[in-house]
């Protein structure tokens, strides 16, 4: 993957405006043997591109020349390869320096990266229609092409990403017994099929075979065994299309690590045109929490009703009042030897978190679950930290 010199291409973004362009990337294959770019005349007007370039990162710079005409084409081919099949930013730049337009793709921007196609060609990222452009850098704007239009008009399907039926549930490190898994959450009140829609990590795609149906309001867990082939790393975009290529959903988890799966909270919550942690939403509406395929993703919260414990010289014992992510951290100090443990109200022991001596204060995490590794039952806990003199402890209400 290629590293990408955020500082220049965020420069180069604050130039670009809302305004049509009148040279705009208009399709690109990134996976293609050669790879190629095309670049679109919006106007009716000649346009003089001595001097323009096309720039992917700082490095890789290729220059134009000649007279693009008006509402023509210009077909760029690479002598390299350039392009990252990850992901990476296009950069359009005119004579005096100043970005025209710029698209990005995979982990690196909100357009889909063209799907590998070993019959060959390529899928391509092509917007819409020639020159569509809603806003900079706009996902919406492009979809997949699997029948690439280098030269001519494009004919790319429409990316509504309206999450009518939505990727609700991730885990993207099966392994060869335990498959990568997706939950589907469909938000209308009707049942939908997404028989023949196909699912792909931008490397490869599988359709969903058979009928499938998505209830109202409900939700359809599906495998790898299911669209085996597709495999996600912790570098990665699921992306949802519909059989005829629209592309409705995507989800991306670049510069994270999940311990668990990621889930949507609420159910179907966007955004949905995300290609990394953030821009998905991570901490806000996309976490990373215990599973529950099938099930609402709901919220986690872990709320400590007794803050203010007085507790005597030399203890620490505290928690934070809310988390998204499947559990909170303890932070923790006794004198000498203790234990800390999770209990029930009733003085069960749920899960021992720590036995032994700290000198320092201390990092633990709860994951919400039982010394048996299953998530507790929302209700009251008791926080407590003991040794053969006493015992202090904070109350929790643990609320899905």
Same mark, same amino acid.
């Given at each position: 993957?290629?590293?990408?010199?955020?500082?220049?291409?965020?420069?180069?973004?604050?130039?670009?405006?809302?305004?049509?362009?009148?040279?705009?990337?208009?399709?690109?294959?990134?996976?293609?043997?050669?790879?190629?770019? @095309?670049?679109? !005349?919006? +106007? &009716? *007007?000649? #346009? $003089?591109?001595? /001097? %323009?370039?096309?720039?992917?990162?700082?490095?890789?710079?290729?220059?134009?020349?000649?007279?693009?005409?008006?509402?023509?084409?210009?077909?760029?081919?690479?002598?390299?390869?350039?392009?990252?099949?990850?992901?990476?930013?296009?950069?359009?730049?005119?004579?005096?320096?100043?970005?025209?337009?710029?698209?990005?793709?995979?982990?690196?921007?909100?357009?889909?990266?063209?799907?590998?196609?070993?019959?060959?060609?390529?899928?391509?990222?092509?917007?819409?229609?020639?020159?569509?452009?809603?806003?900079?850098?706009?996902?919406?704007?492009?979809?997949?092409?699997?029948?690439?239009?280098?030269?001519?008009?494009?004919?790319?399907?429409?990316?509504?990403?309206?999450?009518?039926?939505?990727?609700?549930?991730?885990?993207?490190?099966?392994?060869?017994?335990?498959?990568?898994?997706? @939950?589907?959450? !469909?938000? +209308? &009140? *009707?049942? #939908? $099929?997404?028989? /023949? %829609?196909?699912?792909?990590?931008?490397?490869?795609?599988?359709?969903?075979?058979?009928?499938?149906?998505?209830?109202?309001?409900?939700?359809?867990?599906?495998?790898?065994?299911?669209?085996?082939?597709?495999?996600?790393?912790?570098?990665?975009?699921?992306?949802?299309?519909?059989?005829?290529?629209?592309?409705?959903?995507?989800?991306?988890?670049?510069?994270?690590?999940?311990?668990?799966?990621?889930?949507?909270?609420?159910?179907?919550?966007?955004?949905?045109?995300?290609?990394?942690?953030?821009?998905?939403?991570?901490?806000?509406?996309?976490?990373?929490?215990?599973?529950?395929?099938?099930?609402?993703?709901?919220?986690?919260?872990?709320?400590?009703?007794?803050?203010?414990?007085?507790?005597?010289?030399?203890?620490?014992?505290?928690?934070?009042?809310?988390?998204?992510?499947?559990?909170?951290?303890?932070?923790?100090?006794?004198?000498?030897?203790?234990?800390? /443990?999770?209990?029930?109200?009733?003085?069960?022991?749920?899960?021992?978190?720590?036995?032994?001596?700290?000198?320092?204060?201390?990092?633990?995490?709860?994951?919400?679950?039982?010394?048996?590794?299953?998530?507790?039952?929302?209700?009251?806990?008791?926080?407590?930290?003991?040794?053969?003199?006493?015992?202090?402890?904070?109350?929790?209400?643990?609320?899905?």
């Amino acid at each position: 993957m290629k590293i990408i010199n955020f500082a220049f291409l965020i420069l180069f973004a604050t130039v670009i405006s809302a305004q049509i362009p009148q040279v705009v990337i208009n399709e690109f294959a990134a996976k293609a043997n050669p790879e190629w770019i @095309e670049i679109y !005349n919006t +106007t &009716s *007007s000649p #346009i $003089d591109l001595s /001097g %323009w370039c096309l720039i992917n990162t700082p490095n890789d710079t290729t220059f134009l020349s000649g007279t693009l005409a008006g509402n023509a084409y210009m077909l760029v081919t690479l002598s390299s390869s350039q392009l990252s099949n990850d992901g990476d930013i296009i950069s359009l730049a005119n004579s005096a320096g100043d970005t025209v337009d710029y698209a990005g793709y995979g982990t690196r921007g909100p357009a889909p990266v063209g799907i590998y196609n070993s019959n060959n060609p390529a899928f391509s990222t092509a917007r819409i229609t020639d020159g569509c452009y809603t806003s900079p850098n706009n996902g919406r704007d492009f979809n997949i092409d699997g029948t690439p239009t280098p030269g001519t008009a494009n004919d790319a399907h429409p990316a509504p990403l309206n999450a009518q039926v939505s990727i609700n549930e991730l885990d993207p490190y099966g392994g060869t017994t335990v498959y990568d898994s997706v @939950e589907l959450f !469909n938000s +209308t &009140s *009707s049942d #939908i $099929d997404v028989g /023949g %829609w196909f699912i792909s990590d931008g490397d490869d795609f599988k359709v969903i075979t058979g009928t499938q149906i998505v209830p109202a309001n409900g939700f359809l867990v599906i495998d790898s065994s299911d669209f085996s082939g597709v495999n996600f790393t912790n570098v990665d975009v699921c992306y949802l299309f519909m059989a005829d290529t629209q592309r409705v959903d995507q989800l991306g988890w670049y510069s994270d690590s999940s311990e668990y799966t990621y889930q949507r909270v609420p159910d179907g919550g966007g955004p949905h045109d995300g290609y990394n942690w953030v821009t998905s939403g991570g901490g806000t509406t996309l976490f990373d929490k215990i599973e529950t395929w099938g099930e609402t993703n709901g919220t986690v919260h872990v709320v400590e009703e007794t803050p203010d414990a007085v507790f005597p010289e030399g203890y620490f014992l505290a928690c934070p009042s809310l988390s998204g992510r499947g559990g909170i951290e303890v932070s923790f100090m006794a004198p000498g030897d203790f234990t800390l /443990g999770v209990y029930s109200l009733d003085g069960r022991l749920v899960k021992e978190m720590f036995t032994g001596r700290t000198e320092n204060r201390s990092y633990l995490t709860w994951d919400l679950s039982d010394s048996e590794g299953r998530p507790v039952s929302q209700g009251h806990y008791i926080l407590m930290l003991s040794d053969d003199d006493q015992r202090i402890s904070i109350k929790l209400e643990v609320i899905y």
